[in-house]
C-alpha cells in the first residue's frame, strides 16, 4: 500500500518525490547528530548522497548503517550497482540486452539508460514488460545477454527449473547476476515457505552458489570487500540470535558484520 501509494504520487507530482528525498536527508542527519551517530558518513554510488546512513530494526534484529534516506536502497543495492559498473570494463552495455526480473523501481531507469534493449518481468507486478513465472519464462531461447534478477531465488521451490530456464534464454556468452540474501552458514531447505521471512523456501548459505555451476560454464563473485569502505556493503547485524522464533532453522554466524555477495554466472 505504500508503496502504490509513492508510485501515485510521484505520477501525479513528478518533482514532489525528489524533494521529499531532500527533505528527508537533512532530518536524517539531525537526528543522528542528536543520537551521536553522525561520525559514521558513508557515500552512496547509486544517488550520491553523503552521510549518514539510516539503521533499521530494534533490539536484536537492529541492522545498522543499512539504508540511504535518499534512494532508499540497501547495501546489497550498492554492492549490486558497483558490480555492474565493474563488469562494464569487459562489457559493452550499449550493444547488450537485459531482463530485469522482479525490477527495483530506482534501478529501472538508471538500466533502461545503459542498455540497447531493457526489459522488465514479474510474477506479479503489473508495471512490467511481461508479467512471467521465472521458471516457465515466455521467451525463445538465447532471447538476452544479461538476465538480473536479485533476490527472487529464494523464494523458489523449484530452483533448479529456474536456473535452467535463466541459461536457455542466455544467448552464448551471456551474463545471469543472481544474488541471494547468504544469511546461513550453509544452506538450509525450509519444508514451507517462511513467511516470516518474507516467503523465503530457504536459509541460503555459500554453498549455494555451487548450484550455478551446474547450470553455467562459470561462476564469478563480487564480495563486500572488493569495494571501498566508503560505500558501506556490509550487513551490520547480530546473526548470533539464530535460531530464533522467526527463524527456527537458520544456524548462528558469529560477527557483528557480514559480508554480502554478488554471483556473476556466464553462459
Known sequence: MKQAAKKALTRAV????????????????????????????????????????????????IIRH?????????????????????????LDYSAMSLLHFAPEPQFKVRLSRLFRTYHTADIADQEV?????????PFADASYDMIFASHVLEHVREDDVALGEIS???????????????????????PEANL???GHVRAVGR???????LHFSSVRTFDSGDFPE????????????????????????????????????YR
Request: hydrophobic share 35%.
Open 14 to 61: 513528478p518533482w514532489l518525490l525528489p524533494t521529499i528525498r531532500e527533505f528527508r536527508c537533512v532530518v536524517h542527519a539531525g537526528y543522528m547528530k542528536i543520537a551521536g551517530g553522525a561520525d559514521a558518513k558513508f557515500d552512496c554510488p547509486i544517488c550520491g548522497y553523503y552521510g549518514p546512513f539510516a539503521s533499521l530494526g530494534s533490539g536484536a534484529r
Open 66 to 90: 543499512t539504508l540511504c534516506p535518499r534512494c532508499d536502497l540497501y547495501e546489497r543495492h550498492r554492492l549490486q550497482w558497483l558490480a555492474l559498473m565493474r563488469l562494464r570494463d569487459s
Open 129 to 137: 514488460n511481461f508479467v512471467a513465472d521465472i521458471r516457465s519464462l
Open 168 to 190: 536457455r534464454i542466455l544467448k552464448p556468452g551471456g551474463v545471469a547476476i543472481l544474488p541471494v540474501p547468504v544469511v546461513s552458514p550453509n544452506t538450509v531447505e525450509y
Open 196 to 198: 516470516r521471512e518474507f
Open 207 to 213: 554453498d549455494y552458489f555451487d548450484k550455478y555451476r
Open 230 to 265: 566508503r560505500y558501506q556493503l556490509y550487513t551490520y547485524e547480530d546473526r548470533s540470535i539464530y535460531p530464533d522464533t522467526d527463524s527456527p532453522l537458520r544456524g548462528p554466524m558469529p560477527g557483528q558484520r557480514h559480508p554480502d555477495y554478488v554471483p556473476v554466472c
